[in-house]
């Protein structure tokens, strides 16, 4: 099946020896080979590929003026990550046009199949990016001067990549809605015991960035009392966040960090730490961040060190559109759940786009991890609800 065949096209494509993970990185020799199969995918189709300034790119099946129903997910991959996260949605999407023209469809409204670019952050630190500069939500000119942990600036990476925004950016008015197909990040599935769900919410999440300045110092020859060490404020911080998290029912996890001067035998000058929070509502994260913020500061008064936090990205919640989630589920009876994993999907949500998304039980409710995965089986559960969703949609006189 073209399903499974595209699959094992993707399997090898910047996957690591040693963990079996992905480091699929946007405007990297690895995305630029996934950008190059999606062209090649679509050509076998007779889908024509847009490709725009920044690499986002889509096909268009159909020629109708109408708006239409744009489909996929993207390409890129957390460090070490796994397989499923944001291909299963683009793969599924290919194959669901396939589907269709099996069963004889005909679109009445234009479908297209994207793909949108850095939308894990992995890179450049903010997630959704090239949704984002797609609906306006952030700007080239802020964008630009972002830089990687090589010191790269996006613009430059773009360049180096071959392509240019003054080319413009992908054309949302020719789309009417969004289905992004994605594998669970969850085990709501699982605990439900049916392969495909549909959503309901994304939970509002973030990025912070804490800095915690100390002084550098000898690890031998100065006394404890004598330290102003900004690793253990910042040890300090990480428990609080789990226990304020824990407390609030919520989400806070401190994921990455860096420190100089990072030698062993040396007293840190800086410590930098990324904290991602993520609560079930605006004000919930809002009180979270607050809480662990002021937890930071206490301790850092303690251990003479100073504190900055500075918000690099935040979402706020989504809410995706009841009646076409109650809809679309309804032709497969299919339950309609919340995530509290951002996606490209909120993104157009929050610029005025009637979005949907799909989601593929995960066994394990493991992701963002070499072993995020899902069953065959379930994946072409997925392919088939997907198909009849974009049917619906773009069935003769059907509207949004």
């Excluded at 499974?4 to 096209?9: A, F, I």
């Excluded at 992701?367 to 009849?388: F, K, Q, R």
Aim: aromatic share 6%.
């Amino acid at each position: 099946m073209a399903f499974e065949e595209m699959w094992r096209d993707l399997s090898p494509v910047g996957r690591s020896a040693a963990s079996g993970g992905y480091f699929r990185q946007p405007w990297t020799s690895a995305e630029s080979e996934l950008r190059a199969w999606f062209a090649e995918q679509c050509a076998a189709r007779g889908l024509a590929v847009e490709t725009d300034g920044i690499g986002n790119q889509v096909a268009w099946w159909g020629g109708s003026d109408q708006p239409g129903v744009l489909t996929g997910s993207h390409l890129d991959s957390v460090l070490d990550g796994g397989a499923y996260d944001g291909p299963l949605g683009v793969v599924s999407a290919l194959a669901a046009v396939d589907t269709l023209r099996a069963r004889g469809f005909e679109p009445s409204r234009p479908l297209g199949v994207g793909v949108f670019v850095e939308e894990e952050g992995s890179r450049f630190g903010r997630a959704c990016l090239g949704s984002r500069l797609v609906t306006g939500a952030t700007t080239w000119e802020q964008a630009r001067e972002l830089r990687d942990r090589d010191g790269t600036f996006l613009a430059d990476a773009v360049a180096d990549a071959g392509l240019d925004p003054e080319r413009g950016l992908m054309d949302l008015g020719r789309v009417g809605t969004f289905v992004e197909l994605h594998v669970e990040q969850g085990r709501d599935l699982v605990d439900r015991e049916v392969a495909v769900g549909l959503a309901s919410e994304i939970w509002p999440h973030g990025r912070w960035r804490f800095d915690f300045a100390g002084q550098a110092n000898h690890a031998g020859t100065t006394r404890m009392e004598d330290r102003h060490d900004p690793m253990l404020t910042y040890a300090m911080t990480a428990l609080a966040a789990n226990k304020q998290a824990r407390l609030a029912e919520q989400r806070a996890t401190f994921g990455r960090i860096a420190v100089e001067p990072n030698g062993t035998n040396a007293v840190p000058s800086l410590v930098t730490a990324w904290l991602d929070a993520r609560a079930s509502s605006d004000d919930a994260l809002a009180a979270l961040v607050e809480a662990i913020g002021r937890q930071a500061e206490d301790r850092a008064g303690r251990d003479g060190t100073s504190l900055t936090v500075t918000a690099e990205s935040v979402s706020g919640s989504v809410a995706f559109d009841a009646d076409l989630a109650a809809r679309l589920a309804g032709l497969g009876g299919w339950p309609v759940i919340p995530t509290q994993a951002g996606h490209d999907a909120g993104i157009l949500s929050d610029a005025g786009i009637p979005t949907a998304m799909v989601f593929v039980r995960n066994p394990t409710g493991v992701s963002h991890s070499p072993d995020e995965h899902a069953e065959t089986a379930d994946c072409l559960a997925g392919v088939e609800a997907l198909a009849d969703v974009l049917a619906e949609l773009a069935r003769p006189m059907g509207p949004a």
